[in-house]
């Protein structure tokens, strides 16, 4: 435990059989669980972890029941028992899985295999929903190749617990050493991603959107429908938008950028960007509508949308203009279309700049 909170780490693996073993035994004492998703490994990552059920990392000293097999009685319990039904009923919703371990409640790895290969954040999503369940004040998620330093988690988690922070993102950019150790692919693609988010998710202060070295509250993961995770690499977008939703706080913690300690980097920067980029087009629409207009009115939702409606319009008069500079179309300069085009594009501007600048005005309050 760490200030009297339970603390719990869902580690994602996908044929990891050589840094898995690492990774359980490099884990801080205070961790009460570390909950390995093995997404349907082909190599012998199940039984690596296997092994280390009748070893001392196995030793908790702590026993963490699950809430959804409590009875809620009482007549004034209604909407806790509506609570605790939707709780078991959404694991319908998640990729097929079985915990494997003998005696979940009171062992501190705890292994669950799912049925078929999902992709990272599908795993990420499996271990949440453990750890939702069981009612874990503070999850923090460390990948399965050992890229992460596990003497970094304890400031990973301390505003978790001490500072009721909703959701902490370790930020490597800010570490002096970043542009020197970080691949200058990744790094790049990473900025690219980072830009997007900005816009995507809300919280404009966030610089390093890509990491997946996190902690999220118990509060935060109840207020998030962890089963609508992204289910690949853009994981860690996906969840910003939603919490960004969930109004929750969110905090940067520096870390270290880790590379080449042994870890076998499953993603391709060439795919990656174009989808996770898709993924946050679609979202900034989705959390606009969700949470400036269906949720609470902003004046930023009309804003956002006049300006993309005023640049649609601005196209057919674009087309005119360069019809005429540059095709076979004769006649006067289109000067009304000049001007109805740059009024236009003017006024589009301007909308888009003034929404986001309520929107940053907006989030700062989450942002700690």
């Known amino acids: 435990m760490l200030g009297n909170k339970t603390v719990a780490v869902v580690v994602p693996a996908f044929n990891e059989e050589k840094q898995i073993g690492f990774v359980i035994e490099s884990m801080p004492d205070f961790v009460d669980k570390i909950i390995v998703v093995n997404d349907c490994s082909t190599d012998k990552t199940k039984e690596v972890v296997t092994s280390y059920s009748g070893s001392e990392y196995n030793k908790c000293g702590v026993i963490i029941q699950n809430i959804t097999q409590k009875d809620i009685t009482g007549k004034y319990e209604r909407a806790n028992r509506a609570l605790m039904e939707l709780m078991v009923d959404e694991m319908k919703y998640f990729t097929p899985s079985e915990v494997v371990s003998e005696s979940p409640e009171s062992d ?17 999503a499996r271990g949440y929903k453990w750890c939702k369940d069981h009612n874990v004040d503070c999850t923090a998620v460390m990948a399965g190749d050992g890229q992460m330093d596990p003497d970094e988690l304890e400031k990973i988690c301390l505003p978790v617990i001490e500072e009721n922070i909703d959701y902490v993102k370790g930020n490597r950019l800010i570490h002096r050493s970043s542009s020197l150790i970080m691949p200058k692919v990744r790094f790049f693609g990473n900025s690219i991603l980072s830009i997007l988010t900005k816009l995507a998710s809300g919280y404009w202060r966030v610089s390093d959107t890509q990491t997946g070295y996190t902690a999220i509250s118990r509060k935060a993961i109840n207020a998030i429908e962890l089963h609508k995770i992204y289910k690949s690499y853009g994981v860690p977008n996906d969840i910003l938008v939603k919490l960004n939703i969930a109004l929750c706080t969110v905090k940067e913690v520096e870390i270290k950028p880790v590379y080449d300690i042994g870890e076998k980097s499953k993603m391709k920067i060439r795919k990656v960007i174009p989808r996770v980029s898709w993924l946050l087009f679609k979202s900034f629409f989705i959390r606009i509508w969700k949470k400036y207009f269906l949720r609470d009115f902003h004046p930023l939702f009309i804003l956002y949308n006049l300006s993309f409606i005023l640049f ?39 909308s888009i700049l003034f929404a986001m600048w309520m929107d940053i005005q907006d989030n700062e309050r989450l942002y700690k």
């Open 108 to 124: 501190r790895i705890i292994l669950i295999n799912q049925k078929k290969n999902a992709g990272v954040g599908a795993a990420i």
């Open 312 to 350: 649609f319009v601005s196209i057919p008069f674009a087309i005119q203009i360069l019809g005429y500079y540059f095709g076979s179309q004769g006649g006067e300069r289109p000067i009304l279309n000049s001007i109805m085009f740059m009024f236009l594009i003017v006024s589009s501007m301007q």
